[in-house]
């Protein structure tokens, strides 16, 4: 599938904002669906937010109203803002399309006082 990395995650605290960038490789990212899940230690995967090639959008019930997933297929990128982030954000996040078997490193984002 297409490759693709993560970055701009960083701590932040209770209520504060982050933008994580999704970097593709290759010729074919404008056809992907592409996702961000999140994944925190013992915990499943879960998926945060979906953008289909066209820029429709789905996010997950936790985090409706305070994430914003977009992309850019000129310049092969997508992006999650992160608004009014909370504890229970601290994951390790990953951008991918639907059905992936392989991760990539993801970015850690960590809210803390």
């Known amino acids: 599938q297409v490759q693709l990395v993560e970055s701009g995650g960083g701590l932040v605290q209770p209520g504060g904002s982050l933008r994580l960038s999704c970097a593709a490789s290759g010729t074919l990212f404008s056809i992907y669906v592409i996702n961000w899940y999140r994944q925190a230690p013992g915990k499943q995967r879960e998926l945060v937010a979906s953008i289909t090639p066209t820029g429709n959008t789905n996010y997950a019930d936790s985090v409706k109203g305070r994430f914003t997933i977009s992309r850019d297929n000129a310049k092969k990128m997508v992006y999650l803002q992160m608004n009014k982030l909370e504890l229970e954000d601290t994951a390790v996040y990953h951008c991918?399309?639907?059905?992936?078997?392989?991760w990539g490193q993801g970015t850690q984002v960590t809210v803390s006082s």
């Open positions: 991918s399309p639907p059905g992936s078997t392989s």
